[in-house]
């Protein structure tokens, strides 16, 4: 600073500031202040207002202290003496968790860089949005809340630009209210860029401008979807919201109706020819893409080939075309309550890929030489021909089992009971039975939900999922054993469970009277199976499935060798399902490659497919999750007007979430609204106390509550405690 700061500074210590112990004090809070605050400046006024300095000793002694930690090196003093922390912050890159309208976290790009995620507050986002990529300014000491924090500096890539909402018009403006919950600003539409929309109707709008010193981004209409509320608009909305296409690309369209049917003698010649072999499909009854058919026969030595043939998709979808382009950006089909988005268009899908009855069809086949207790004495890889046979329901192929009679009955039972064995082997070495519940529901013409049911899984089901699993097992044991993993391959991987969470975990299902015990690391899916069966038709079936299931890492596509912790398997990939997942063309791609005496390809490139695969299969689980919240609220809104049994499926600081027993629908109490006490949140126990009466309410307690508002638009049920003796209901409301 020089000569001029040091006589300034000598000036003030003659003004009669002690020093001292208070002196060291004192610093300490200004340091921890300035660090805390880190990027700001601050005068010694404002210092002392910050601090809540009131005495005037204490006060006097603020801009004597400053100098002194300005000569010290630990804070900097500009020319208008403002002060500010001279610690070196990191700067890392990541992705926006928009959390609430107050704060955000930042998930580092580099999980190493930094000591978990980054909270921001929302002054320091940069206009930063959900999924945003940022760079970011990460502050060098944790805030008051205990976390590192840190301040956007740049967006480097938007998320997203398109939302869907409704549109709320006045008089000179309008503003359109977006559906997705962690879009938490408004969008300002001038009235001119309205393309039409009237009052209350949903569309779909496009960012246009977000000045800096604006609150509220601004943008313009480009899609009118119609009024809120009505089924096609909202099932519109929901696709609209994730980023789902409406159409499929007219140029992929015309390359897939310019492909011949007719297969070549050259082709079938190319093939094992299991056109003279029982082979049949069995799929839900409303199907069309049929991708899987088991062939089945006896050999001369008293074993049983067993054939799993999957659509050859990769054989009519060639690399560098638009029907690949198209395959690779969808990378999956979505399932929603009403529909199917195909990955792949209907000429494919429904027609030349799905392996129809009485025609001849393109495989790709993993075939099994099994003994009668199924083991698995010799396996082939290769290219195949089929004619299927017959085309079964699952409930028609069950009922051929359970009546033993109708087509093929006795071979069907064969392969059940071969399916039995190979479900034990796993489970004795280690599988874990997650079995969970799955609601549908009974639509009319008008996809107006007339009631809705759990569907349930029997041994048919189980059989399919039995040879798939052995299908895709094998496929990537083969590969992983030509080299020893050293071959670039798509993996399905899924890791170990993080112990911590399992022991959370363990907490919640003794709090529903269940003992887990997890201290043994090997016996862990000993463990689960136990609960899992204990838990089988119970009230807490569901809640306890899907907390286990978030206990658990996530599974995900890799080019990396590693195992797969849920089926107990070291080695694992998609083989099974070409028509609706891009992951399984991709280990056809592969497969053929390597059958053919390729060499390894460079892995980063297909490490890139691979994450971009995982992506769009969470973005496809997360729109079938919201089409069926949708219906689950609308349900509930036409449903009967009465008291309902319910669990108590989480507790927050804000509310209690409740799953009604009877509809598998979740609806939230909302602390705000439990009138007969005031309830603190028992983060540790997870669990509401009235401060008089010292009420609990738990994680599994069961209760009786009753529907008081459904909401279409953000897909929220408001319920409330029933209780009949003591006070009325409100008016039921709904939206």
Not at 482 to 505: C, I, M, W
Not at 606 to 621: F, G, I, P
Request: glycine share 6%.
């Amino acid at each position: 600073m020089g000569r001029k700061s040091d006589r300034k500074h000598s000036k003030k210590n003659k003004g009669g500031y002690s020093g001292g112990n208070d002196s060291a004090s004192l610093a300490r809070r200004i340091l921890q202040f300035l660090d805390s605050n880190f990027g700001q400046e601050y005068n010694a006024k404002q210092i002392i207002k910050q601090l809540d300095i009131r005495d005037a000793l204490n006060k006097g002694g603020v801009e004597p202290v400053l100098y002194q930690l300005v000569d010290a090196g630990k804070v900097s003093r500009n020319a208008r003496n403002y002060f500010s922390s001279t610690k070196d912050p990191d700067f890392i890159t990541g992705t926006v968790d928009f959390v609430n309208p107050r704060f955000a976290f930042i998930v580092p790009d580099d999980k190493e860089a930094v000591d978990g995620d980054i909270l921001i507050k929302e002054a320091d986002l940069k206009q930063a949005l959900d999924g945003d990529k940022v760079r970011v300014m990460v502050f060098p000491v944790k805030g008051k809340t205990g976390r590192t924090e840190g301040r956007v500096l740049e967006i480097l890539e938007r998320s997203r630009d398109e939302f869907v909402g409704r549109v709320e018009i006045s008089p000179r403006f309008a503003f359109v209210v977006p559906d997705f919950k962690k879009m938490h600003k408004d969008i300002f539409v001038h009235r001119g860029d309205l393309m039409g929309a009237e009052h209350n109707e949903k569309v779909i709008v496009k960012l246009t401008e977000w000045r800096e010193d604006d609150k509220n981004p601004t943008g313009k209409v480009i899609r009118v979807l119609g009024k809120a509320g009505l089924h096609e608009v909202e099932i519109h909305s929901i696709m609209a919201e994730f980023g789902l296409p409406f159409e499929y690309p007219k140029e992929a369209d015309e390359e897939a109706n310019a492909i011949p049917e007719k297969i070549s003698a050259k082709e079938i010649k190319a093939r094992k020819d299991f056109r003279d072999v029982l082979t049949f499909t069995i799929d839900p009854v409303d199907a069309k893409d049929f991708d899987d058919a088991i062939s089945y026969r006896e050999l001369e030595n008293g074993n049983l080939e067993i054939g799993v043939h999957i659509a050859d998709v990769t054989h009519y979808v060639k690399p560098k075309t638009a029907l690949e382009k198209e395959a690779f950006n969808r990378a999956t089909s979505v399932y929603l309550v009403d529909r199917t988005i195909p990955m792949l268009p209907e000429r494919l899908s429904n027609g030349l890929c799905s392996l129809r009855p009485n025609e001849d069809k393109l495989t790709f086949a993993c075939v099994f030489e099994m003994d009668r207790n199924a083991k698995v004495v010799n396996h082939w890889i290769g290219r195949t021909i089929i004619h299927s046979n017959r085309r079964y329901a699952y409930e028609e192929a069950q009922d051929c089992i359970d009546t033993q009679s109708g087509d093929y009955f006795q071979e069907l039972t064969l392969l059940n009971e071969l399916a039995k064995k190979i479900r034990k082997q796993r489970f004795d070495k280690g599988a874990v039975n997650f079995e969970t519940v799955e609601v549908k529901f009974k639509l009319d013409e008008k996809g107006t939900p007339l009631g809705l049911f759990v569907k349930e899984r029997k041994d048919i089901h189980k059989l399919i999922e039995e040879f798939m699993l052995l299908a895709n097992k094998y496929v990537a044991e083969f590969i992983y054993r030509k080299n020893q993993g050293a071959d670039t391959f798509v993996y399905r991987t899924h890791d170990s469970p993080d112990l911590d969470r399992l022991e959370t975990f363990s907490g919640f299902a003794k709090r529903f009277g269940h003992q887990m015990d997890v201290t043994n690391v090997q016996k862990i899916s000993a463990a689960l199976n136990k609960l899992m069966d204990e838990i089988q038709g119970k009230p807490e079936q569901n809640v306890l499935e899907q907390l286990a299931i978030r206990s658990m890492a996530k599974a995900k596509y890799t080019t990396e060798p590693k195992g797969h912790f849920g089926l107990a398997f070291p080695h694992y990939t998609h083989f099974t399902s070409p028509i609706r997942r891009y992951p399984d063309m991709m280990v056809h791609r592969l497969l053929e490659h390597y059958l053919e005496g390729g060499k390894s390809p460079d892995a980063e490139s297909w490490e890139q497919k691979c994450v971009h695969s995982s992506e769009r299969e969470k973005r496809a689980a997360d729109a079938e999750r919201a089409s069926i919240k949708y219906k689950q609220v609308e349900y509930m809104s036409l449903a009967e007007q009465k008291d309902y049994e319910g669990i108590v499926s989480g507790v927050t600081e804000w509310g209690v979430f409740v799953e009604i027993t009877e509809t598998k629908c979740e609806g939230m109490i909302r602390v705000q609204d439990m009138d007969d006490d005031y309830y603190e949140f028992d983060e540790r126990n997870m669990r509401l106390i009235g401060t008089r009466s010292k009420k609990m309410i738990t994680l599994g307690d069961k209760v009786m509550v009753r529907v008081v508002n459904t909401d279409i638009d953000r897909r929220t049920i408001d319920l409330e405690f029933a209780e009949n003796d003591r006070k009325k209901s409100r008016p039921r409301a709904f939206n």
